[in-house]
Each structure stands twice: as structure tokens, then as C-alpha cells.
């Protein structure tokens, strides 16, 4: 299958290494070759046909911090003209989040659909922004559309409810879907300290970002709590609808509280039809959304099964991998490779 | 689809009331509609090839004990003539579970197979004693084979690895596996009692059975554990390769010790390739196998996404028929329906 990657942050370089070192896992199992034939970041492009190098690509990106730093790489705003010229079967659209806009990632998306190409994503700003209005071009250009990545980062959250609980009808939607809060409150429990300490604990470990104003505010959990039900509970809805309130104001007193009461506190994001919801809650230990450290976790209720719930690891280039090369599988086995 | 249902005990009845309660749902969503043509239990059958009545059936068989009661009825031995001469798509194998001989459903899975007939079971028995044999029959036979509900109840345990990790290898499959003895362990924690009081209050609520063997010494988690061994990880397991301790001799002691390390105690299934075993295993609290009541749990461990969990209700009959009916979803699916 021949792919184009458009964006090679971490994401895009965490993928050419699962290309790399999965290439016979692929094959051997699936009959699967990708075959990465354009590699675009803001700054240039490079363009192979046979399949570029991936492991002189991942050098030179990273040495010199573009792709048109590879052999035969050019220089220049070159994402649209590659997404449209270059033949490929599937467009990778891993370039950063814009909520407000979904720019550039929702022209990279729309072009290529356009261009009949089938596209995978990471990106929630495009999702965010114009969920339905991709997922109908993706439809009316007859092209697969799969954006596992953008939720959960490596746990298969929309999978999971698409096609393993094909059954039943999904009552309510709850998860902590944001692993720097999620840290932070673990931390706070297990350590008793302050909010303040602990964030800049994280912020130092890199798992909370210099301004962390997205994830303490509970904005990245509204996103993907816009995903989950736009996706699954076919809602069309928007950021703004979306009621929110962050962890800033959770102090010592409040984690010891839920502590004597045999509950710990996370930041759930919770959607049924008509209420989407973001804040701090009481989850009882024992729950499987009382999941500590930078873990994610979903509780699906359903009509039978009760209660499914699934937890992994959110984010992490290498993690982030394993949603993004199952979707490319689940295209090719889609399409009866 | 014309199914046959073989077992009309709890699951057996758990499903016809999905599929009662489910017709419009499944039929609008996927044109799905199951049709029972017949129903076998030890004492006779009932077969109508337009499609039973399954609200009547559901009647006659609870008030009487057989589905022989009902209208049309027959008494005798005639499971394997229903499952050979019926015509019929897929034959579900929900008799009991007998762990020695795989039989009944053994023998039921065989001739359903032979006659070219989908099999989906719930029965643990003939996965423990005949997996690979079942499994190369199904091919040969050109037949769909799923046992979903065979691990992990509603939890669709073996279709997300299958199915959704596909760009992993797993190099690790832990489990809590068992509902009954995870609600043991998780009352003697949260009310500090002592095993035996635990038991029998779990023995009062029909959580624990009469004789708890097979649930307290290990063995019920070890049979899931050979069929996740055997499906997931290509091995040709048996339930004497698996090392087993039981939790009778847990202690409040230990109970209290684990606690104050931030630990709790679960009996846990193990399994990576060449080493089975299930024992009581300290899990830290806020890993997504630390899961209380009845629920089961099992992580996967991947060598992209590092650990994925999946958590629900392990047993009952209206859960496990999510799992049941998800199979016949996927069936459907898969040959285009």
C-alpha cells in the first residue's frame, strides 16, 4: 500500500519506525507492504515513488529537523501539491492540533479525500471542528476515513464500541482520556502534595507542557469527548456544548476526602445523547476507570454487556503507533487485501 | 440466519430474550435477522423452520424444564439428529461445561461442523480439551468457529486482540478471569473479613456455588487461560500445563499487607508463550487489573502499545449474551452479510 505522511513530528516518526521494525510482522501476517512514498512537513517535502528510505529519512529529519533535508527533498509549503499529485492509496494527516480552525489538518484531510485517497488521522482539530462534514466526504468520495489515534492514543476506544460491541446500544460514554491530569491526580493521591508541586513535577518530566493551560482546564478531555460522540452516538456536536470545569481547584483536602471515602478523584469526560459533560468526579476504587499514572481509560454503558471498559497508554509516539498502523490494517483488511 | 440453539439453560435463554429484545435494532443496523428454527436440551427439542416463537418457547421451557414443553415439542435424545439434519446456518453450543471430556458440546461442535454448519459456543469444555482440533476442523469444513463468550463473558476479550491489536505481538496475556473469586478477594479487603465468612455470603448470593472448587483452586481461571493461550498465542496448551494455586489460604494478613503497600490481591492468569500459571498476584491499585466485585480484567502486553486492558462482567446471562450476539454480528459481517 502506498502511504503519504503529512506531518513527521513525533507521531510521523514514531510511525516509520513501527514500518520499520514491522515490516515482516506486516507481511508475514497480513500480507501487508506499506510503501511510504511521500513524506511532507511544513517546511518541504520528499518524494519517492519506489518508497523512500524510511531509516535515512528518520536521520536526516531528525539531524537537520525537515524531511526536505532527505535526498531528493525539496524545500517549500508542499503538503497540498503532494497530497494531490502523488499517487498513494492512503494520506497520514499527523500535523499539530488547531481547535479552533482544525487548520491545516482539515484542508490536508479534505484535499485528499477529494483526491480519492483513503485517510488515517491523529489530528483531533479537524474532527473537533467538522466531524460530520468529513465523515460525509469520506462517504460521498468513497473513501475510508479512520481517526483511532485522535482518542486513547494507542487503546482502540472507537473500535472497540464499532466493532466488538456491535450488540449493543451505548447508553452513556465516561472516560479519562487525558494522561497529564490523570498523573497529576494520581500523584496528588499517592503523594499527598499540592497541585502546584505536582504540576511542576510533570511539567519537568515533560508530561505536562509549559503552558498546560489545555490540559488542566479539561479542553483536550472536551475534544475527545466531542469525538466519542459525534462518532458513536451520532452527535453533531461542538467544543461549546460541552459543560467544563478543570482540576485546578482540587486541593489536598478534597483527594483525602475521596481517599477515607474508598474513591479517588479523576477528570471524566462523560456523554449521553443530549449532555456532554467534563469534570473533576468520585470514581470507586475497584472501577475501571479509577486507573492511575499517565493511563487512559473509557466505560462504555450498554444495554447488555453492562459496563466495557478499556484503559492503555494515551499518548507516546511509539504507543500513538500501534492505533495508527492498526487502522492502515484494518483498511487493507477492509478492502480484502 | 437460521440458527439452532443446542443448551437452553441460562445462556440459552439469555439469548432468545436478546433477540426478542433486539429484533428492530439488529435488523436495522446490520439487516441482521436471527431466525431459532430449532432448540435441543438433554430432554428434547423443538424445531419449526419458519422460526420459533421464542417468547413462547421462553414460556413453555421455564415453566416445564425442556424445551420439549413446547408447542410441537419432542422428548428424547436429539441433539446431534436437530444439529445434523436441521438446515440451519449456525448452530450456537451453550450445553454445560465439562472440563474432562469436553462433552456434550464436544461431540456437538464436531457433527455441527462436519455438517457445514457456523458454530458459536460459550462452552469452555471442548476449547480446554480439543482447541486445535476444533480450530483446523472449522477449516476444513469451510465453517466459521467463535467463542467469544467462552473467556471473559460479556468481555469481548479474544476479539480485541484478534482484532483490534493487530499490529502488536503480544508478548503477555494476566487475567483476572474469574468473577467469583475476585468478589471473594475484593470483600475481604474492603470489609477486612475473614475467607470462610466471605465465602458463604458469596454462597448466599449465588455468586459462589455449592461446591466452589473449581472457582477458589484456580481451575476455572486456568481454563480460560489454555483457550486465550491456545487462540492468542498459537500455542497447543492443556490444563495440566498450566501451574495453579488456588485463594483458599489468603488471610486477612495478607490482605492487610497488601493494602498498606498500595496493593491489592488478585488471582491472576498468566500466560506467555511456554509458561502458564494462575496464582493470588499483588496488582498496585490504579493498574486496570485491579478491578473489585465480580468483574474480570485482562491486559495485554504489546510491544507497541505496551499494555491495553479491557474490563467487564465475566458471567450472567443477559451479559453473555452481548458476546454471543456480537459473534453472530461478526459471522454475519464476515460472509458479506
Redesign the interface.
Known sequence: MRVVLVGFGNLGRGLSR?FI??AS??HR??GLIPRVVAAVDEFGAVVDEKGLDLARLLEAAEKKGTVAAAKGGKRGKLAIKVIEDVEADVVYELTPTNIKTGEPGLTHIKRAMRAGKHVITSNKGPLVVAFRELDSLAKRCGVEFRYSASVGG???VI??AR???????IREIRGVLNGTTNYIL?RMT?EGAPFEIVLREAQELGIAEKDPTLDLEGIDTACKLVILADSLLGMNAKLGDVRRTGITRIGPEAIRLAQEA?Q?IKLVGIARRGSLEVGPKLV?????L????T?N?VTFE????????????GA?P??T???L??D???IHRTLGG
Chains 1, 2 share one sequence.
Open positions: 513501527a521494525q514491522k510482522f506486516l501476517s497480513y494507542a487503546v482502540p473500535e472497540l466493532k466488538l460491541l456491535a450488540g449493543n446500544e494520581t499517592t474508598g479517588t470507586p476504587l475497584g472501577h475501571p479509577a486507573v492511575g499514572g493511563l481509560a450498554l444495554d447488555l454487556a453492562r459496563e466495557i471498559s478499556i484503559a492503555g497508554f507516546g511509539k504507543e503507533s500501534s492505533s498502523l492498526g492502515l490494517i484494518d
